[in-house]
């Protein structure tokens, strides 16, 4: 359902935004990794990070719909995260969803995004509530 997100693309506009990805994984260092489901073999869908326009890394995941409310969503965000955080040194990640994503919200919440502000996505036309998380704080055990 790529609706939420400027869609749905034709064959031409999957080619260009995959070749963005390529060349943002490139140059960045992050994009969105293909999800599998371990038991089948089967794309779930993507989840990454990448670079925000006014700087920072923003996490995203995009799951198909015959998937959802599996899990999938918030266990790939956990790798990506901690993958920005442990191995990138990020500070902070941002996040939004599509206004009538209440799933996507919760998950955001689920995985200690909190609400920012709202945000003008241009595929869409609308303004996007957007979330932060910053970096963790050491455990015990690190200190």
Known sequence: MTA?????????????MLETQLAIGREAGVQYWPVFEASSGSLVGCCG??????GGLELGF????????????TEAARAAIAFAFD????????????????????ALRKLGFRYAHDELYPP????HPSYVL?????SPATR
Do not use: C, M, Q, Y
């Not at 939420?4 to 260009?16: H, K, Q, T």
């Not at 995009?62 to 969503?73: C, D, L, N, T, V």
């Open 62 to 73: 995009h799951i198909r719909p015959e998937h959802w409310g599996k899990g999938f969503a």
């Open 87 to 106: 191995h990138l040194g990020a500070e902070e990640l941002f996040a939004g969803h599509h206004p009538s994503n209440a799933v996507s919200a919760r």
């Open 134 to 138: 910053a970096a963790r704080e050491p």
């Open 4 to 16: 939420l997100i400027g869609g749905p693309f034709d064959e031409g506009r999957v080619r260009e």
């Open 124 to 127: 869409t036309g609308l303004l």
């Open 49 to 54: 990070l990448r670079p925000k326009e006014a």
